[in-house]
């Protein structure tokens, strides 16, 4: 119902947040690694609660839908019962994760929680689910920076933003699959509402916003050549990857969707770890 490696799409961005954070706390080494493994954990967490909270919203929409009828609940494969058991137990691994990190984490993880299971609401009332996607991934890297400082800096933000723009312009990619579904359930979604041409616009202009945040985080973070780099990289990909999709072609979603996104964030956080280690 749920693969871990889905978590590698935020977590790289997550990783990231931390490490600039370290830098900022000026490298100390004291329970450095250990709190690298409660946000590595809490973000798995999440995420295997998220994921599994909107497939029991949905069950009943997946089972109406061709591409989706065959996912675990619609298809009988597990019990709505099993999943509430999977959400519960996740939702306290991350709760408990939080608490070990700091005062600030705990405080703010029902919060965490809330945003990331909200998001399996919004496509009943809201073309701009997509966004709303974005910022529960987007919210990663200002959480790990908490986690590390035990504050928030308003510069990590942009890496919210970006991680935001990001991933409201893959799942406009990945949503283009379900616009005659969306149509005739009434679902709301941008492709829906500005068609599939329009639709994948919208996502080259989010993804060119993403681009532009990164480049302010540079500056804001005062990063070098190997961050720069990594932002080459990533438009590289992002490039290839609505290549990869077209109005008339969507058989190669999956590939876009999963793969081309999978590489930005693994590559984006080599290149960044590289530069705030080694400058």
Known sequence: MIKFEHSVFALPFALTGALLAWRE??????GMWLKLGWIVLAMVAARSAAMAFNRVLDADIDGRNPRTRM?????????RGFAWGFIAFWSAVFLYAARALNPL????????L?????????????????LVLGFS??????AAWIAVRGSLDSRILWLTAAVTLWTA???????????????????????????????????????????ACLLILV?????????????????GILLWEH????PADLSRVDAAFFTMNGYVSVIFLVFWAGDIFFR
Do not use: N
Not at 25 to 30: M, N
Not at 105 to 112: D, E, S
Not at 219 to 235: K, Q, S
């Open 25 to 30: 706390a000026g490298f100390s080494r004291e």
């Open 71 to 79: 996912r675990h609940l619609p298809a009988g494969l597990l019990s």
């Open 105 to 112: 984490c705990f405080k703010l993880a029902p919060l965490a």
């Open 114 to 130: 809330g945003i990331v299971m909200f998001y399996s609401y919004t496509k009943r009332f809201t073309a701009l689910s997509h």
């Open 137 to 142: 991934l987007g919210i990663a890297p200002a």
């Open 169 to 211: 312009g893959f799942d406009i990619i990945y949503s283009c699959q379900d616009y005659e579904f969306d149509l005739e359930a009434g679902l709301f979604s941008i492709p829906r509402r500005l068609g599939i041409a329009g639709a994948l616009w919208i996502s080259r202009a989010l993804h060119l916003g993403m681009l």
């Open 219 to 235: 500056r804001v973070f005062a990063l070098g050549g190997l961050a720069l780099a990594g932002i080459a990289a990533v438009a």
């Open 243 to 246: 290549k990869l999709v077209w």
